[in-house]
């Protein structure tokens, strides 16, 4: 898909990765819904932005990733705002294994809801245009991580729903890519030494050994992230990919083994 004058609605987009991801949509021409809990930061990320790229470009929406009725009410903010919707960022997510049932309902929740709320506005034999949604997962979906099992079990089952409406048998008639991303650390608000504290200060941190990990390895640039973003988006060859990325290597699409043919695809 071609990005320029196109439609975008990306959560948790407040900072971090969904704020590089903004960026890089605003650079190729779209038009962007900053969407997040956060309203304060949101509000300071659009105001940046509408400096750099025009203030018809880019709105922040308050959406709570967890209540349906948030995603659905600032998806079509966005449309009423733009006229259209084509890109959808499900990027929301927390680390959080004490509060567990909120980690699920963030990570995995919160891309389930984005994506069946987001394909009522994209389908083409639903009025849309077609379009590209895409997820985020993690590293930690496609490797057993004991540290924080429901983080890891959250961005796995990102990767099985990513995956199993790649493989839709009615594209022809929605015409909806869905992909996913699956960055190592990167260098984030959740990945910085100061969140670390706080977390540990509220009796929220649950494994030091992930800590020991996360400090002596090498993040990713969010930059580097929104660059495998946007070529899910451009490549309309991708569909249902998983898009494996650490820091100092190239990404690569990650190949599963199909076990009824024992083929890999
Ligand atoms: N930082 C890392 O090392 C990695 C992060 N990821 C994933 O990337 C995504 C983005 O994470 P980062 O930018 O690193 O984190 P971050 O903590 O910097 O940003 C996350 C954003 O999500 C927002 N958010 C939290 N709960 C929300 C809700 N209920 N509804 C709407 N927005 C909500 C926060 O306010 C924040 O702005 C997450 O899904 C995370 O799991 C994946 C792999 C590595
Ligand atoms: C050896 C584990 C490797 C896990 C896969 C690689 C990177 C994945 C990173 C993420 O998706 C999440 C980033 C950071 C975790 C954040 C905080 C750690 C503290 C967790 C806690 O104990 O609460």
């Not at 927390?94 to 995995?108: F, G, H, M, R, S």
Request: hydrophobic share 40%; net charge negative.
């Amino acid at each position: 898909m071609q990005i320029k004058d196109k439609v975008a609605f990306i959560t948790g987009a407040a900072q971090g990765i969904g704020k590089a991801v903004t960026d890089a949509l605003l650079q190729k021409g779209a038009y962007v819904a900053v969407c997040d809990v956060d309203s304060d930061t949101g509000e300071q990320t659009v105001t940046e932005f509408a400096k750099q790229y025009g203030d018809d470009r880019v709105i922040f929406l308050h959406c709570d990733v967890t209540k349906k009725d948030s995603i659905k009410s600032a998806m079509q903010r966005t449309t009423d705002k733009f006229g259209r919707l084509d890109i959808i960022g499900n990027n929301a997510g927390i680390t959080n294994e004490k509060q567990y049932d909120l980690c699920v309902d963030i990570n995995l929740g919160g891309v389930v809801r984005g994506t069946w709320l987001g394909l009522d506005f994209l389908r083409k034999d639903k009025g849309g245009n077609g379009g590209v949604i895409i997820n985020m997962a993690s590293m930690a979906g496609l490797m057993a991580v004991p540290m924080v099992p429901t983080y890891a079990a959250t961005k796995a089952g990102v990767i099985g729903f990513t995956r199993s409406w790649g493989a839709s048998m009615d594209y022809d008639q929605h015409q909806v890519r869905v992909n996913c991303i699956c960055p190592g650390f990167t260098d984030t608000q959740m990945t910085k030494e100061e969140t670390v504290e706080e977390k540990r200060a509220k009796g929220l941190l649950h494994s030091e050994a992930l800590v020991a990990i996360m400090s002596e390895s090498l993040k990713l640039s969010t930059n580097a992230v929104a660059d495998v973003f946007i070529q899910l988006v451009e490549d309309d060859t991708k569909n249902g990919a998983v898009m494996a990325l650490v820091s100092e290597q190239p990404v690569q699409e990650v190949k599963f083994p199909d076990i009824f043919t024992n083929v890999e695809k």
